[in-house]
């Protein structure tokens, strides 16, 4: 249970500002996060998308730590610092790895003990049937933002091992400007000490490392039916979508045209051009040859208009609700 704060107060990092200037809420409205932190840190930890594909996640990356940041430069991967809790750790066939940027917040000591540790008190610990400060499936919150936090930690600790993998966090701003080499290893050396890298402490994404975005989207258009989006879209246009899809094609044309040459001076010998079964199959795969590609390309059509369609409904329904929502805003005198 997350009664004590997982390093001690000596190398909690000082800084004069420890949340961001602002955070979006559900409804794309801009708050201060100190209005509601309780809020503002389970929509920045939170990383439930993930938790509800748990049992699937080795299909998309090995249940290990993530490798350092000198093996990704060293495989060529440009790092990418992405706020998003939920694409910490993910890598795209571009060989981008998103990596979410070490909160100020998690590195000091004072923030652990007012909003991520249950007191003695806590109605988690005597009263699991309170309903208070606990989540609909009976699960206090702090915990949560406790599992998720050393979690998340965690990854880091395997991130920066060395004082090269240091460098390059610092490089990319991963890391806060004003942490040391040495403040970083007397934290890790403390984290580790009281249990990080214990999986009954952290939350159960992260005892899986890098994941790749192809294969979470492939699970989730087979878990949920999302096959336009899947777990993240990640076209930013529908040339790029189209490009993508028809790349493949253009290099099973080149082939099939190879085959289709082949087959015609087979056709042009003796031995092959009497063979009644070279000659069907030539027939059949002249025919597949032509109207394949056809089919192909009338497929990655249909999959652009409704990707279209879908776009649109989800815009219009997006303008209706931010509408709504103004105007709710607006009767309120907010």
């Not at 309780?38 to 049992?55: M, P």
């Not at 998003?84 to 590195?107: A, F």
């Not at 989207?217 to 989006?229: D, E, M, P, Q, V």
């Amino acid at each position: 249970m997350p009664e004590s704060v997982p390093f001690n107060d000596d190398v909690s990092i000082l800084s004069t500002s420890y949340m961001p200037a602002a955070f979006r809420d559900e409804h794309y409205t801009l708050y201060k996060p100190t209005a509601d932190i309780l809020h503002f840190l389970q929509k920045d930890l939170s990383v439930e998308r993930l938790n509800r594909i748990h049992k699937y996640l080795w299909l998309a990356g090995r249940p290990m730590p993530p490798r350092p940041l000198n093996y990704q430069t060293a495989t060529s991967r440009d790092i990418v610092p992405d706020e998003r809790i939920d694409m910490h750790l993910v890598w795209e066939h571009s060989r981008r790895i998103h990596l979410k940027p070490i909160p100020r917040y998690l590195l000091n000591y004072q923030f652990w003990v007012y909003h991520l540790i249950c007191a003695k008190t806590c109605p988690c610990l005597s009263r699991p049937e309170y309903r208070g400060t606990m989540r609909g499936d009976g699960i206090c919150q702090k915990k949560k933002l406790y599992e998720y936090s050393l979690g998340f930690l965690l990854s880091y600790i395997a991130l920066i091992q060395c004082e090269s993998d240091f460098v390059i966090a610092q490089d990319h701003h991963l890391l806060p400007e004003n942490v040391t080499w040495e403040d970083w290893h007397k934290l890790v050396q403390q984290l580790l000490d009281n249990g990080a890298a214990n999986p009954r402490n952290i939350n159960a994404r992260y005892l899986f490392g890098e994941l790749r975005l192809s294969r979470l989207n492939k699970i989730c258009a087979f878990r949920y039916g999302s096959i336009l989006r899947g777990y993240q879209f990640t076209f930013q246009t529908y040339g790029e979508l189209f490009r993508d899809y028809l790349a493949p094609l253009a290099a099973t044309t080149i082939y099939v045209a190879l085959v289709l040459t082949a087959m015609q001076v087979g056709l042009a010998t003796t031995r092959l051009g009497d063979n009644l079964a070279f000659q069907r199959a030539s027939y059949g795969f002249t025919v597949f040859s032509i109207l394949g590609p056809l089919i192909a390309v009338l497929l990655v059509g249909l999959i652009g208009l409704f990707q279209f369609i879908s776009n649109l409904v989800v815009t219009l329904r997006f303008k209706r609700e931010r509408s709504a929502h103004y105007k709710l805003l607006s009767s309120q005198g907010w």
